[in-house]
């Protein structure tokens, strides 16, 4: 009986760690490429509830931002005010950017991710809400120019 129970456990422990191996495999890992006046692709679609490792790498030769949010219906007087009070990494719990050999940061509530010229930087999050949502640009002139895409979440 004894024998039977570490078995019994040690057979958990094994399911245990491999179903956590297989949800750390599932994870979306994505990469989207900024540069002057476009991300591509142009369109990322991903599945809700299943953790994103979304990778930003700026190929253009200036500051590109990353802004995911609800689209307005007409263009707003302010977009950073806009993009604040609409992004779509709202109450969703933490959302993580890691700048590789620079930092890191994490919040619960992240509206713009900025990647200077030639860097990368990396957003881990988990989508909570489905739908479409707007990905853009907002540097002065830069959305205006085309930089702007899609993000799907279903």
């Not at 993009?83 to 890691?98: A, Q, R, S």
């Amino acid at each position: 009986m004894r024998r039977s129970l570490i078995l019994g456990v040690v057979a958990g422990l094994v399911a245990l760690s491999a179903s956590g191996a297989a949800a750390a495999a599932r994870a979306q890992k994505l990469t989207v490429t900024l540069t002057e006046y476009r991300f591509t692709p142009r369109t990322v679609t991903v599945q809700a509830g299943v953790p994103v490792e979304l990778t930003l790498v700026n190929r253009g030769s200036m500051e590109h931002e990353f802004m995911v949010y609800t689209a307005p219906k007409s263009t707003p007087d302010d977009w950073d005010e806009y993009v604040m009070d609409n992004t779509y990494f709202k109450d969703m719990g933490e959302v993580e950017v890691v700048f590789p050999n620079q930092g890191a940061v994490a919040a619960t509530r992240m509206f713009e991710v900025e990647v200077e010229k030639g860097k990368t930087a990396t957003v881990l999050f988990t989508p909570t809400r489905k739908g479409t949502f707007e990905v853009g640009c907002h540097v002065e002139g830069h959305y205006e120019a085309g930089m702007k895409a899609t993000l799907i979440v279903k």
